[in-house]
């Protein structure tokens, strides 16, 4: 996820809209192929035929379209740091949901973390001349769809396929008009074709990774390693393509660091008494 900055960098002569399409629509097909080679029909077939997840798999379809839609645009923007902050929220905007929402009861690390996030957005927001709404709305639809992959487990691929079949319906509709009318990049030039195809690595890839490490890796694990994403992103912002840091976005994101740390080995401290 890191290092898909680059693709989506090069292909800044494609429309957000036009690049997601193609994001989606080789990803479906690619992962399609990948069920019917592991023989995974009947997984598929299972899940269809649970009334409840036939509900739930429309919403994670459109919270992860969204997702990636902002993710592009933010590139495409020159706002990575805001996104990265986005997705450095999440994990404590998670947290916060279970409170709420589920009443689940939290420690008193997690509490700290979670005020220590909301001053950090706090700061974020007051602190910069415009509301960083990309940042904000990444974090919340990365959450939202995190949420719904806890609450309905599903083997990774099979739910991916799900998603991306939902998607690939409109993004093959937005495809074929693009070319029919002459304005579509998929024809311009190879380099640009194989760019786009190419988008499948960086978007069927991570998120059916992240989906089958939920249930397979434990909690501190699966924990330290989503801060890896944001943390390339964060970096690569500044060294790479050299986004404005300011005193403010820095405070912000010292905040968020010292909500995570907190929250990290609030996270293994709990996991190790568990295994004891």
């Known amino acids: 996820w ?3 900055l680059f693709p989506y960098k090069w292909l800044g002569h494609v429309p957000a809209y ?3 399409a193609h994001r989606f629509l080789w990803s479906g097909l690619a992962t399609a192929l990948l069920v019917a080679v592991l023989g995974q029909a009947g997984e598929v077939k299972a899940v269809l035929r649970q009334p409840r997840l036939r509900r739930i798999i429309p919403l994670s379809a459109l919270m992860i379209f969204i997702n990636a839609t902002i993710y592009v645009v933010a590139i495409g923007w020159d706002r990575v740091l805001e996104v990265s902050f986005g997705y450095f929220l999440s994990p404590l905007l998670l947290v916060a949901i279970g409170w709420v929402f589920l009443g689940e009861r939290l ?6 973390s979670v005020a220590l996030s909301g001053l950090a957005c706090a700061i974020m927001g007051l602190g910069l001349d415009r509301v960083p709404w990309l940042g904000f709305a990444g974090a919340i639809s990365w959450t939202a769809y995190a949420f719904i992959k806890k609450q309905t487990p599903m083997p990774a691929v099979t739910g991916f396929l799900l998603e991306c079949a939902l998607v690939s ?3 093959a509709v937005v495809i074929g008009t693009l070319e029919w009318n002459g304005t579509g990049h998929f024809q ?3 380099s640009t074709a194989a760019m786009l195809v190419g988008t499948l690595f960086f978007t069927a890839v991570p998120l059916v990774l992240f989906a089958a490490s939920s249930v397979r890796l434990p909690l501190a694990i699966s924990g330290l390693m989503q801060y890896m994403s944001p943390s390339l992103q964060f970096i690569l ?3 790479v393509f050299h986004e404005p840091g300011g005193a403010v976005r820095l405070a912000s994101f010292a ?3 010292t909500a995570l740390i907190i929250f990290t080995l609030d996270m293994v401290r709990r996991a190790q008494t ?3």
């Open 255 to 257: 905040l968020i660091w």
């Open 274 to 276: 568990a295994g004891r």
């Open 2 to 4: 890191g290092l898909s």
């Open 18 to 20: 036009e690049i997601n």
């Open 188 to 190: 311009r030039s190879p």
């Open 237 to 239: 912002a500044l060294a």
């Open 107 to 112: 420690t008193i690390a997690q509490k700290i």
């Open 169 to 171: 319906v409109f993004s």
